[in-house]
């Protein structure tokens, strides 16, 4: 078992990956509100929201995989599944349970081919799931940070 000091250290690793990838999001949502949504997209427009979709994928990814489990390990909280680790953030009052499961659904469905028919539906889904997202994030930091898990530039 890794001593906590490393942990930490880790954590504190993957949420400075995670504020850059944030970084990445925020931009991407700015320019696909410009886009909004539709039937028909240019090449140009569905290249934004490509990168945007990626980059949803991305950041739930980096969340979900290191950020809850590290928070996890060094609470010494035992989630074996993704649902146990969702209901323990609601329990910490991190995040709702629900919104997590539908941020992973989603960054699931974004990871899986899709028809061209569906596009606008996901396009809509990751722009609203974005918003709740980055407000999760913002939340984890400021529980990692009253609760002195690791120093975090909390913002």
């Known amino acids: 078992m890794k001593n906590e000091a490393l942990m930490k250290k880790e954590l504190k690793e993957d949420f400075d990956r995670l504020a850059q990838t944030v970084t990445m999001l925020k931009y991407s949502l700015q320019q696909c509100h410009k886009i909004g949504t539709k039937t028909d997209y240019s090449l140009e427009e569905l ?3 490509e990168s945007f979709t990626s980059r949803f994928a991305r950041t739930s ?4 995989q ?18 146990d680790k969702a209901n323990l953030f609601e329990k910490l009052e991190i995040s709702k349970a629900e919104d997590l ?3 992973r659904d989603l960054r699931n469905e974004i990871s899986h081919e899709y028809k061209l028919d569906d596009i606008t539906e996901i396009f809509e889904a990751v722009i609203e799931y974005s918003d709740k997202l980055i407000e999760v994030i913002e939340r984890t930091k400021r529980f990692v940070d009253v609760e002195k898990l690791v120093l975090l530039d909390v913002t």
């Open 47 to 49: 290249d934004k929201f």
């Open 61 to 64: 990814d980096i969340y979900t």
């Open 66 to 83: 290191k950020i809850m489990k590290g928070i996890i390990i060094i609470l010494r909280e035992e989630a074996k599944t993704f649902i």
């Open 101 to 103: 499961k539908l941020i």
